[in-house]
């Protein structure tokens, strides 16, 4: 009898030979979001909203009611963009003042 060990993703269940597969492997699902532009940040609030109601238990998706979570990560899409909006109205005008 052969005894075979295997390593499985703690994210996605993909099964490795090697520990040192796998734990690359996991890195690649840790996203570090200071990088992300403010759209790609609210587009994925707005996935997260979209997909409450299928992570939810019990009626509560992260430990609040369902809808309270979906208007969180509506709202905070929101500001996000429009964050972004008002950045880049700010960078413009301070553009605009240098050159007078």
């Known amino acids: 009898m052969n005894k075979v060990v295997t390593y499985s993703c ?3 269940g ?4 090697s520990e040192e597969e796998c734990e ?3 890195k690649t699902h840790i996203i570090d979001y200071k990088d992300k532009s403010n759209e790609e940040i609210a587009e994925l609030l707005s996935d997260l909203s979209d997909m409450a109601y ?3 238990i019990g009626g509560q998706t992260m430990g609040m009611p369902i809808r309270n979570f979906k208007s969180l990560m509506d709202t ?6 429009s964050s972004k909006f008002e950045q ?3 960078a413009l005008d301070s553009e605009d ?3 007078n």
């Open 24 to 26: 690359e492997h996991e």
């Open 10 to 12: 703690e994210y996605c």
């Open 54 to 56: 299928d992570y939810h």
């Open 88 to 90: 880049e109205h700010v």
């Open 76 to 81: 905070a899409a929101t500001r996000v963009r």
């Open 14 to 17: 993909k099964e490795f030979y």
């Open 97 to 99: 003042s240098e050159e």
